[in-house]
């Protein structure tokens, strides 16, 4: 087992890529906290884990809110001890709209669940990790954080903030035993589309431009796969670094 004994966290677990990656981690043997804003959600992914012999929580978190944040982390420690792995998966999308369009509340949002939380988690674990020597930090990004029109221009911004904050984070702490990377999937079967609430027309009508270009779309798990790599021991010399997970679709 890659991730024996030890203690992963997954944000937005209770659906698509961080429940594949909950479940995955759970089956190599971590102890694995499933958090997510659906707590109904989070804990059938934790009975999921429990039934099929793994050793799971579930929390509920808001990972836009400063207060869950702490909870999640000090929640976590005071179950399993510490934290090894955490991965910050839990994301929503736009709607696509171009920078003429947006509104502040949902700029705001969008920051707020996509890179704020982001630095937030890490910014608890980083203590834990420095303590130990030890620690992974996953970023879950997008093929829109590396290109220009995967998605609007807010969400476009969110995720190339977070492959950044990926590189910073890696950089500062190399010589410490904290890895951190980013993964970029393209486009992924899973529930991201019910946050597209009301499209904008121009937006989605220039970002479905590049759709025509894209080989076929991924399964969560071919996602989780790449993130028990990057949580694993394997990926020792891998830091800072972002890896595109998209079947292709950027490479054109
Ligand atoms: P999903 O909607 O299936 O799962 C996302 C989960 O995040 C949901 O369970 C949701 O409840 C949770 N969530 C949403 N807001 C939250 C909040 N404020 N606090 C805590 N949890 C919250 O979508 P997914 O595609 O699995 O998305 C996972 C990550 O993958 C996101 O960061 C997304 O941007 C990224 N991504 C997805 C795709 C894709 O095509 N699906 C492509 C590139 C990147």
Redesign the pocket.
């Known amino acids: 087992m890659k991730l024996h004994n030890k203690v992963a966290i997954v ?9 594949q990656i909950a479940l995955l981690y759970a089956k190599e043997g971590a102890k694995v906290v499933v ?4 707590f109904e ?1 989070a804990t059938k992914v934790m009975e999921e884990i429990k039934a099929n012999g793994g050793n799971a929580i579930s929390i509920k ?4 809110l400063e207060e ?1 944040i702490q909870n999640l982390i000090d929640t976590t420690v005071n179950t399993y001890g510490t934290v090894d792995i955490l991965v910050n ?5 736009d709607n696509f709209e171009p920078v003429g369009d947006i509104e502040d509340k949902n700029w705001e949002q969008i920051m707020a ?2 890179t704020t ?1 982001v630095m937030r988690t890490s910014r608890k674990v980083i203590p834990i990790f420095l303590k130990k020597a030890s620690g992974v930090i996953i970023n ?5 954080g590396l290109n220009g029109a995967r998605a609007g221009a807010a ?1 476009t911004a969110s ?1 190339h903030a977070v492959i950044g904050l990926t590189k910073n984070t890696g950089f500062m702490y190399a010589q410490n035993g904290i890895r951190c990377n980013a993964i ?9 589309s ?2 597209i609430t009301h499209p904008d027309k121009f937006g989605a009508g220039r970002a479905y431009v590049g759709m025509a270009t894209n080989p076929r779309i991924g399964k ?1 798990e071919e ?1 989780a796969q790449v993130a028990l790599f990057l949580a694993s021991d394997e990926a020792s010399f891998v830091n800072g670094a972002t890896i595109v997970v998209d079947g292709g679709w950027t490479a054109y």
């Open positions: 944000t937005g677990a209770a659906s698509g890529i961080g429940k958090s997510d804003l659906n959600g978190t808001n990972v836009a869950d998966n839990a994301g929503i999308m669940v996509n939380s879950i990004a997008s093929a829109g969400y995720k970029a999937p393209g486009a992924v079967e899973t529930n991201i019910s946050t969560p996602i």
